[in-house]
């Protein structure tokens, strides 16, 4: 099994910044793209942003520009570096890996329990 144990959310006025990690542990071989999604009350969880294991990214056109993914493969770790925030950035930020475990041929998908963003006006 694999867990992923994200930090780095809360409450920051439009304009600012935070920067969110999600650090995967447990039976792991490799790891395939990592994602960031968020789900807004009331919306559908959507993908925010998404990096492979060659560091190719890709963002949501909502965020280009303003959100920045990274990773550190020997870390198990993803960054979501996030500025000039806006209210509607507001959600819940989930992360998202594609596991191969020790032992395994195939990849499994692991999701972290969500860290709050709230964005103030």
């Known amino acids: 099994q694999v867990q992923l144990v994200e930090s780095g959310g809360g409450l920051v006025q439009a304009g600012g910044s935070l920067r969110l990690s999600c650090a995967a542990s447990g039976s792991i071989l490799s790891i395939s793209n990592m994602e960031w999604y968020r789900q807004a009350p009331g919306k559908q969880r959507e993908l925010v942003a998404s990096?492979?294991?060659?560091?190719?990214?890709n963002y949501a056109d909502s965020v280009k520009g303003r959100f920045t993914i990274s990773r550190d493969n020997a870390k198990n770790t993803v960054y979501l570096e996030m500025n000039y925030l806006k209210p509607e950035d507001t959600a819940v930020y989930y992360c998202?890996?594609?596991?191969?475990?020790?032992?395994?041929?195939?990849?499994?998908?692991?999701w972290g329990q969500g860290t709050q963003v709230t964005v103030s006006s």
């Open positions: 998202r890996f594609n596991v191969q475990n020790i032992g395994a041929f195939y990849y499994t998908t692991y």
């Open positions: 990096i492979t294991r060659v560091d190719k990214t």
